[in-house]
């Protein structure tokens, strides 16, 4: 029913920014929480970031903190990730995902819907 297309991955360059994109159709974008996870190489997947439905509020798990910002443009149906101060160890495969619950949640479960991913690669 939902669907999630991620993009604006890349390679770059330590300190250097990204903004990640993460289209939604199909589903009632305006009523779910909305995070991102990363997945990097022989590793689980990590919490990034969560959004509320209305945007108002926002958390981020500590290794990102002061770095990323999530927002979201409901009138697009498409949440953002901006990535500042890149760093190596942030290279993974960064994923979205909606939640119908509302549960705010840095847990993997908690999410209904996940987009296919983008690469974000730093180097030093």
């Known amino acids: 029913q939902v669907q999630l297309v991620e993009s604006g991955g890349g390679l770059v360059q330590a300190g250097a920014s990204l903004r990640l994109s993460c289209a939604a159709s199909?589903?009632?974008?305006?009523?779910?929480?909305m995070g991102w996870f990363r997945q990097a190489p022989g590793k689980e997947r990590e919490f990034v970031a969560a959004?509320?439905?209305?945007?108002?509020?926002?958390r981020y798990g500590d290794s990102v903190k002061g770095r990323f910002t999530i927002s979201r443009d409901n009138a697009k149906n498409t949440v953002y990730l901006q990535m500042n101060s890149l760093k190596p160890e942030d290279t993974a495969v960064y994923y979205c995902?909606?939640?119908?619950?509302?549960?705010?949640?840095?847990?993997?479960?908690?999410?209904?819907?996940w987009g296919q991913g983008t690469q974000v690669t730093v180097s030093s």
């Open positions: 995902a909606a939640d119908k619950s509302g549960y705010y949640s840095d847990y993997i479960r908690s999410y209904d819907y």
């Open positions: 959004i509320r439905w209305s945007g108002i509020s926002t």
């Open positions: 199909g589903g009632t974008f305006n009523s779910y929480d």
